[in-house]
């Protein structure tokens, strides 16, 4: 056989080079994406300055934004790792895209940890802005760093997994309509925009059990009070993120 | 090890209630070009997808490259190309940069800019996917399929929704692609295509292989001849068949459609256009010839290729 122009020399590049490439992809997708950029970055900016600066409901004594912006990023977790995430993963589940990659060197689990990746990227803009806007609105940072990382990685994780969830289970417009309207119902009345003390006593409870009360809550008592880590909404959101992930992992449909 | 680049033996595949694929068996050779040819619905396309590993089969056994492609996927697709029959694209994103981020998933990719302008795609190259016409979606698709140089390369309906001139460049695409020692497995329910292409042709109909072997073998089969020609409808086919030398055999396949099979040969010819002059009928598009893949079809499944 003489060595043509398409003779075979078959491999897949190193993992790491895939997972760079699929990670580049992804975040650009995101970026690039103009409804996208409108629930990540300009909806989340619009609610911390909005409620920081008018007085729309009772947020209690102290400064109204160092009530709202541990609420915000609540909301900006919410936008990327769920709801962006679930709209962008069900279009690609239609068009056939997710069926290419699981045909692709790159393993399927690498291509999620791709897209966990860019949730990440997203996520880390996402927060430098608000924290700027926040700063200028006369935030007082509180609080253990740490502690905020990681309950931003927990809720990452519980609604990355209820995205893809619902991306790999439903019909596109069926994820896209569902994971709006998830997004608006849990922005009102999740205890994210109001906190949950100011909710009757009985919803209160209910609404701290799901990930939105409870990332929020838990972002509040570490920001605004300066409170020690806690460790119930943590358990929440991680009890959400490993039911989420594996029902995601058993039941998502590549096609 | 044999030379079979692909070995499906026994393959089911249901889908509920409906069986898509019924105990297909078919062996593909490699560095051979392999059509498999059949009406839509036929199973062509799910008998792919449990080549590439995407279904799981079940009844029969897939080997691909000596692998099992549904335990071995991580091992078997760094070695396959794969064009789906549409789709799979990221919509929003440019030609050109689609095939980059495709060429860096591979070890030794094929340079995108050489694919590009082999397949005429200079003019799309920042045009986004979801703007291209189907052909240039199909001319890409079948770039990211052998960007990675593969060893073998599964290609869906390559050239449906394609002008003859992107037909004509795809399949030289895939001649190259053989000639440099790529197996290719293509679907098509073109019989112009399988014939053109195609070292071997697996006809399938329902779900089953129903004849395998080289464009010539299947055509070839004893000395078979045919004249076709179009007339009234309803014409006497037995006083026909006392006309015509022995051994022929008259049939109407459709309304006013006529196939006069025998030994090839002038003789054949003569009798039926002589039976035609007697009986006062014009046949129209008269065309007598050896026997085509759409006679095959028509022979072994009793009804034609396109309905």
Redesign the interface.
């Known amino acids: 056989?003489?060595?043509?122009?398409?003779?075979?020399?078959?491999?897949?590049?190193?993992l790491p080079?895939?997972f760079t490439?699929?990670l580049l992809?992804e975040t650009r997708?995101l970026l690039?994406?103009g409804e996208q950029l409108l629930l990540t970055i300009v909806i989340p900016t619009l609610v911390l300055v909005l409620f920081s600066t008018v007085n729309v409901v009772d947020l209690g004594a102290g400064r109204r934004v160092n009530s709202v912006l541990p609420g915000v990023l609540a909301i900006a977790v919410m936008s990327t790792a769920f709801t962006g995430q679930a709209i962008a993963t069900g279009f690609?589940r239609r068009?056939?895209?997710l069926?290419?990659v699981?045909?692709?060197?790159?393993?399927r689990w690498g291509f999620i940890a791709a897209k966990s990746g860019s949730v990440v990227l997203v996520e880390l803009v996402q927060v430098a802005l608000l924290v700027v806007v926040g700063l200028v609105l006369g935030w007082t940072p509180r609080g253990s760093v740490l502690e905020v990382a990681m309950l931003l990685v927990l809720g990452t994780a519980a609604f990355s997994g209820l995205g893809l969830l619902m991306a790999g289970t439903l019909r596109a417009e069926a994820t896209l309509a569902g994971a709006n309207l998830v997004f608006l119902l849990l922005l009102v009345g999740g205890g994210v925009v109001v906190p949950l003390d100011k909710f009757p006593a009985a919803a209160s409870a209910v609404l701290r059990q799901l990930p939105a009360g409870a990332l929020a809550s838990g972002l509040r008592d570490v920001i605004q009070r300066g409170g020690p880590m806690p460790a119930h909404d943590a358990l929440v959101l991680l009890a959400w993120a490993l039911v989420s992930i594996a029902a995601a992992g058993a039941w998502f449909r590549?096609? | 090890m044999s030379d079979a680049a692909v070995q499906v033996d026994g393959l089911v595949k249901r889908y509920g209630a409906v069986t898509a694929v019924d105990g297909l068996t078919l062996d593909v050779k490699a560095n051979q070009v392999t059509a498999i040819l059949g009406p839509n619905g036929a199973g062509k396309t799910t008998t792919i997808e449990c080549c590439e590993g995407f279904r799981r089969p079940d009844a029969g056994t897939v080997t691909v490259l000596g692998l099992d492609p549904t335990r071995s996927a991580a091992a078997l697709y760094p070695r396959i190309g794969v064009m789906l029959q549409a789709g799979g694209i990221y919509p929003s994103v440019r030609a050109e940069d689609i095939l980059r981020h495709t060429a860096r998933l591979y070890l030794n990719p094929l340079d995108p800019a050489m694919l590009i302008e082999r397949l005429g795609l200079e003019g799309a190259r920042r045009t986004t996917y979801r703007r291209l016409s189907g052909g240039q979606q199909q001319r890409l698709s079948l770039a990211m399929a052998v960007v990675g140089r593969p060893e073998l390369v599964f290609l869906d309906e390559p050239t449906s929704g394609l002008d003859p001139q992107a037909r004509r460049a795809t399949w030289e695409l895939v001649r190259e692609l053989r000639t440099d020692g790529v197996t290719v497995v293509l679907t098509t329910h073109l019989m112009d295509e399988a014939e053109e292409l195609a070292d071997e042709v697996a006809i399938i109909d329902h779900g089953r292989v129903v004849a395998a072997g080289s464009p010539r073998e299947l055509t070839r089969a004893g000395e078979e001849g045919s004249v076709r020609f179009d007339g009234p409808p309803g014409l006497d086919l037995e006083s026909m068949r006392r006309a015509l030398p022995a051994g022929s055999e008259a049939d109407e396949a459709g309304a006013g459609s006529y196939v006069v099979r025998g030994h090839a040969g002038p003789r054949l010819l003569a009798s039926v256009t002589s039976w035609c002059a007697d009986h006062d009928v014009m046949p129209r598009a008269l065309r007598a010839g050896g026997r085509s893949l759409e006679d095959v079809f028509l022979e072994l499944t009793g009804h034609q290729m396109r309905q």
């Open positions: 056989m003489s060595e043509g122009a398409f003779s075979p020399r078959p491999g897949a590049a190193p080079r895939m490439a699929q992809m997708l690039l994406n690609e068009y056939g895209v069926k290419r699981a045909l692709s060197p790159l393993p590549w096609e």
